[in-house]
């Protein structure tokens, strides 16, 4: 069974920073892209970063220059660093992973797509 689970997320006052974690658990063999959505109360569903296996990075206009991605692959864990949040940053964030290989005790080697996290509440107070 592989699972992600963030963790991170809290009340923080404007222009404070918080850093999400995002851990991915379970026998993983490789993980390949990993990214970051965030829904607000009533709204859509919305990217704010993404990174691959290689570390390449993107991220929605909204959060450039404020947040960063990262991961460390040893530990199967992605970041999301939040400087200078906004009350409009206020959110469920989550996290994903678009496929990822894990070893199955029964079937061996077996592929996972679009695995997503729980999420984690970031509320930025005016």
């Known amino acids: 069974q592989v699972q992600l689970a963030e963790s991170g997320g809290g009340l923080i006052p404007a222009g404070g920073s918080l850093r999400l974690s995002c851990a991915a658990s379970g026998d993983i063999v490789s993980i390949n892209t990993m990214a970051w959505y965030r829904q607000a109360l009533g709204k859509q569903r919305e990217l704010v970063a993404t990174?691959?296996?290689?570390?390449?990075?993107d991220y929605a206009d909204s959060v450039k220059g404020r947040f960063t991605i990262s991961r460390d692959n040893a530990k199967k864990t992605a970041y999301l660093q939040m400087n200078s949040l906004k009350p409009e940053d206020t959110a469920v964030y989550f996290c994903?992973?678009?496929?990822?290989?894990?070893?199955?005790?029964?079937?061996?080697?077996?592929?996972?797509?679009?695995?997503w996290g729980q999420g984690t509440q970031v509320t930025v107070s005016s």
């Open positions: 990174i691959t296996s290689d570390g390449s990075s």
């Open positions: 994903t992973v678009d496929w990822m290989l894990f070893n199955d005790q029964a079937m061996g080697v077996r592929s996972a797509h679009d695995y």
